[in-house]
C-alpha cells in the first residue's frame, strides 16, 4: 500500500525558496544548489573578480546584482575585510581570512550546512606547512559525495611590512592570518606544482556536525591565539587543535589522532592559550542548527 506523503523534518528548516520535501520525495539539485548559492552570496561583497574567478558561471550571483551592493559598500569596508589573494596563484578558489567569514556567513545560511568529512595534509619540503581540507553539504545531502563545498583551513603569518613587524619577524612572531580557501571541488584546494604532498588522516561525520559549530571553532582559536609564532602557534598547532575539537563526533577512515596530535604544542608551549581555546568550545553544541 502506497503511504501517504507527510512533510519530513527538512521541510521545517527549509529556507525561504527551497522546495518542500516529502518523505516521498528525494532532495532536488535545485534545492541544494540554491542553499549553496545563498550560502556563497555574502562572498561577492569582499571581492567581486575573485569571487567570479573561484566560482564562475556555476553560481547563479549576477553582476547586476553586485553593481547594486558595490556601490554601497565603503572604502573603509574594502580596505578591512582582511581578503588575500595568495592562494589565487595557486589554488582555484576564494580566500577569505576566518574572522571576515564568520562574520559574513550568518547562522540563518550556514545552518543548514553540515560537516561531512575532513582531511589532513603535510607538505614535505620546505617548512612541513599543514592544513586541513574539509567537505560540507547541505542537511538534505545524506551522501558523502552529494553536491556541496570545499573548505581549505590553514594558518600562514602574516606578510612583512614595516620595521616592527620585521623585528618581530626576527623573533619569530607574526600576526596570525587564519584562512579558509574555498572551492567547488576538492582538486582546486591542492597545491598543483608540490609534488610531495602527503596525505595524512581524514575522518567522516555521519552525525549532524554543522558547518556553524566549525565556524565558532575556527573563531574561537583566531580569537584566543592571534599570534603566529613559529615554534609553537603555527600551522600544526592551528590544525590540531581543529582536528581534535571535531575528532569525537567523527569516524577516521585513514590514518588515526596519533598521527596528527601535536601534543607539546598544545600541552607545553601554548598551554594558555590551548586551554583557553579548550574550554570555550566545550560550550558551543555541534549539532545547533537555525
Given at each position: 500500500?502506497?503511504?501517504?506523503?507527510?512533510?519530513?523534518?527538512f521541510?521545517?528548516?527549509?529556507?525561504?525558496?527551497?522546495?518542500?520535501?516529502?518523505?516521498?520525495?528525494?532532495?532536488?539539485?535545485?534545492?541544494?544548489?540554491?542553499?549553496?548559492?545563498?550560502?556563497?552570496?555574502?562572498?561577492?561583497?569582499?571581492?567581486?573578480?575573485?569571487?567570479?574567478?573561484?566560482?564562475?558561471?556555476?553560481?547563479?550571483?549576477?553582476?547586476?546584482?553586485?553593481?547594486?551592493?558595490?556601490?554601497?559598500?565603503?572604502?573603509?569596508?574594502r580596505?578591512?575585510?582582511?581578503?588575500?589573494?595568495?592562494?589565487?596563484?595557486?589554488?582555484?578558489?576564494?580566500?577569505?581570512?576566518?574572522?571576515t567569514?564568520?562574520?559574513?556567513?550568518?547562522?540563518?545560511?550556514?545552518?543548514?550546512?553540515?560537516?561531512?568529512?575532513?582531511?589532513?595534509?603535510?607538505?614535505?619540503?620546505?617548512?612541513?606547512?599543514?592544513y586541513?581540507?574539509?567537505?560540507?553539504?547541505?542537511?538534505?545531502?545524506?551522501?558523502?559525495?552529494?553536491?556541496?563545498?570545499?573548505?581549505?583551513?590553514?594558518?600562514?603569518?602574516?606578510t612583512?611590512?614595516?620595521?616592527?613587524?620585521?623585528?618581530?619577524g626576527?623573533?619569530?612572531?607574526?600576526?596570525?592570518?587564519?584562512?579558509?580557501?574555498?572551492?567547488?571541488?576538492?582538486?582546486?584546494?591542492?597545491?598543483?606544482?608540490d609534488?610531495?604532498?602527503?596525505?595524512?588522516?581524514?575522518?567522516?561525520?555521519?552525525?549532524?556536525?554543522?558547518?556553524?559549530?566549525?565556524?565558532?571553532?575556527?573563531?574561537?582559536?583566531?580569537?584566543?591565539?592571534?599570534?603566529?609564532?613559529?615554534?609553537?602557534?603555527?600551522?600544526?598547532?592551528?590544525?590540531?587543535?581543529?582536528?581534535?575539537?571535531?575528532?569525537?563526533?567523527?569516524?577516521?577512515?585513514?590514518?588515526?589522532?596519533?598521527?596528527?596530535?601535536?601534543?607539546?604544542?598544545?600541552?607545553?608551549?601554548?598551554?594558555?592559550?590551548?586551554?583557553?581555546?579548550?574550554?570555550?568550545?566545550?560550550?558551543?553544541?555541534?549539532?545547533?542548527?537555525?
Amino acid at each position: 500500500m502506497k503511504r501517504s506523503g507527510t512533510i519530513s523534518s527538512f521541510a521545517k528548516q527549509a529556507i525561504h525558496g527551497v522546495a518542500i520535501i516529502t518523505e516521498n520525495s528525494a532532495p532536488t539539485i535545485e534545492a541544494t544548489n540554491h542553499r549553496i548559492d545563498i550560502l556563497l552570496r555574502p562572498l561577492r561583497r569582499i571581492n567581486f573578480m575573485d569571487f567570479t574567478s573561484a566560482f564562475g558561471e556555476e553560481s547563479s550571483v549576477k553582476r547586476s546584482n553586485h553593481n547594486k551592493l558595490s556601490d554601497s559598500l565603503g572604502s573603509k569596508f574594502r580596505a578591512t575585510v582582511g581578503f588575500s589573494s595568495r592562494a589565487l596563484e595557486r589554488l582555484r578558489g576564494m580566500e577569505v581570512q576566518i574572522n571576515t567569514l564568520c562574520n559574513v556567513w550568518k547562522d540563518q545560511d550556514t545552518g543548514s550546512f553540515m560537516l561531512r568529512r575532513i582531511e589532513c595534509f603535510r607538505e614535505k619540503s620546505g617548512a612541513h606547512h599543514e592544513y586541513l581540507i574539509a567537505k560540507i553539504t547541505t542537511d538534505i545531502d545524506s551522501l558523502e559525495d552529494a553536491n556541496g563545498l570545499w573548505l581549505r583551513l590553514e594558518r600562514r603569518p602574516k606578510t612583512l611590512d614595516g620595521m616592527r613587524e620585521y623585528v618581530s619577524g626576527f623573533m619569530g612572531k607574526f600576526e596570525a592570518h587564519d584562512l579558509v580557501t574555498i572551492a567547488r571541488r576538492r582538486e582546486d584546494l591542492l597545491h598543483r606544482e608540490d609534488e610531495s604532498l602527503e596525505f595524512r588522516a581524514s575522518m567522516t561525520f555521519p552525525g549532524s556536525v554543522s558547518l556553524s559549530y566549525m565556524l565558532e571553532i575556527l573563531r574561537v582559536i583566531h580569537e584566543e591565539s592571534p599570534t603566529y609564532h613559529i615554534v609553537g602557534a603555527h600551522c600544526w598547532f592551528f590544525a590540531s587543535v581543529i582536528i581534535e575539537s571535531l575528532m569525537s563526533h567523527g569516524v577516521w577512515d585513514h590514518g588515526q589522532v596519533a598521527w596528527y596530535d601535536h601534543w607539546k604544542s598544545k600541552n607545553y608551549i601554548n598551554r594558555e592559550q590551548y586551554r583557553a581555546i579548550t574550554n570555550r568550545i566545550k560550550q558551543l553544541n555541534p549539532y545547533q542548527l537555525n
